[in-house]
């Protein structure tokens, strides 16, 4: 089983920045498909953003532009660049291997 552990979540003011890292206690470039996802309280996960191994990558509609995700096989670790943060942006944050195994989450707080 997969462990991945999420770090670099904070508090920031709208307009910055802050970026997300995924490790993984395996070899990542042995996982086909790996995303963020964000949940607020009473909703649902949603999907940030996902890269397969093939080079694939798939943005929700409410980041493009401002998230990037990345994969550092080298590291093992998944990490999402997140720029000009919106209050919206406000969540929990979670990475996930095949959507079967998941982190225990990161919070993300957009404010003034």
């Known amino acids: 089983q997969v462990q991945l552990v999420e770090s670099g979540g904070g508090s920031v003011q709208p307009g910055e920045s802050l970026t997300l890292s995924c490790n993984s206690s395996?070899?990542?470039?042995?996982?086909?498909?790996m995303a963020w996802f964000r949940q607020t309280s009473g909703e649902e996960r949603k999907l940030v953003a996902s890269?397969?191994?093939?080079?694939?990558?798939v943005y929700g509609d409410s980041v493009k532009g401002r998230f990037t995700i990345t994969k550092d096989n080298g590291k093992n670790t998944l990490s999402l660049q997140m720029n000009n943060l919106k209050p919206e942006d406000t969540a929990v944050y979670y990475c996930?291997?095949?959507?079967?195994?998941w982190g225990q989450g990161t919070q993300v707080t957009v404010s003034t």
């Open positions: 996930t291997a095949d959507g079967h195994n």
């Open positions: 395996i070899d990542i470039s042995q996982i086909y498909y």
């Open positions: 890269i397969r191994s093939n080079g694939k990558i």
